[in-house]
Structure formats: C-alpha cells, structure tokens
C-alpha cells in the first residue's frame, strides 16, 4: 500500500529496496522477458508483483509513460571551456566565452544548415567525429549525457539547439528519429 501512494517514487525505492532506482526509459525489450508483456502494458501509476526473477523478490510500478524513438541520430560542434569534463589543458576560453561561441555557431547554422558539416570539422573539439562533420550516427535513448540526450529526445528532427553540459557547450542537430513506440519509466 505504501508503494502505491508513494508520491516520491525515488524516494521510496530508494529507501525500501537493496536496489536503487534507476532514472531511465525502458522500451519492452528492456524489461525481463518473462514479465515484460505484464508491466509495459500497465498503466502509469499501477504496480507489478510480487515476482521472482533469479533470486531476487520484485514489485514494479509504472511512474511515466511516454512515445518515444528507440534510435536517434544527431551531430553536435563541441565547444570546451577551461575546466570543463576532459578540456585539454590549452583550452583556456571562460565558459562565457564558449557559451557566446555556441550561440554564435547556432545562429549561422540555423541561417544555413549546410555550414553544419564545415563548421563541425574545423571548430568541435570533439576529436571522435569532428571529421565525420559531427555525425554521432544512431543511438539509443540513454547512451549520452542526460542533457544532451533529453535534447535529442524531446525535438523533432531537424531541430537544432545549444545544450550545456560537463563537457562544454554543443551546437546539436537531431537529424533522425526511428521507431517511435511506448516507453516506461519502471
């Protein structure tokens, strides 16, 4: 009963199981297949159980639901600033500096999407794909930096933004979206 009118669901995992609760959308293919059928057809706010999977007793309560891509392609121009999340040590723009920077790079591109590429390839400073003109190719949700990600999840393709995160600034493109189905937060 206490799970059930639980209004701080994070809290009350986080509390009442020798697991913590995990922040993440989970398509069908996420949960445990012997009860997957069961807890992606339930309805936001319903619980599960009590179930056995291995050794372990579970409940499990639907807290959000939500369409969404299960693949997303995207490209970003990574913009570093002098302390941020792997910043080489000759970077040395203030976070101000990188944040107009970013906002610079997203008004022209958003004036011009075809700069996208060149733009990528001579100012990211993200090695892994500047070359590739940003391309991050497919991913799924949850396989960036939340901020990044929530972006990519929440637009439409062909939207382009400025997202800030550990790493610094990023100019983002969603440039696909495929397979838009139900997702849960368990």
Known sequence: PGFARASDNVEFVNANSDVPFVDRWMFKKD?????????????VGDIYGPYKIDNTFNLSKVIESKQMPDSIQSKHILIRYAGSLRAA?????SKED?????????????RDKSKFEALAASLSEDSSNKIKGGDL??????????????????????????????????????????????????
């Open 98 to 110: 990188a944040e107009k920077l970013a906002d610079s790079i997203l008004a022209v591109v958003k």
């Open 137 to 186: 190719g497919y991913n799924p949700p949850g396989r960036m930096v939340p901020a990044f990600d929530q972006f990519t999840i929440d637009n439409n393709a062909g939207s382009l933004g400025v997202v800030e995160t550990d790493f610094g600034f990023h100019v983002v493109g969603v440039v696909d979206r495929k397979n838009i189905q139900r997702a849960i937060k368990v």
């Open 31 to 43: 949960l445990p297949v012997s009860v997957a059928d069961t807890i992606y057809n339930l309805a």
């Open 89 to 93: 040590s000759d970077v040395t723009r």
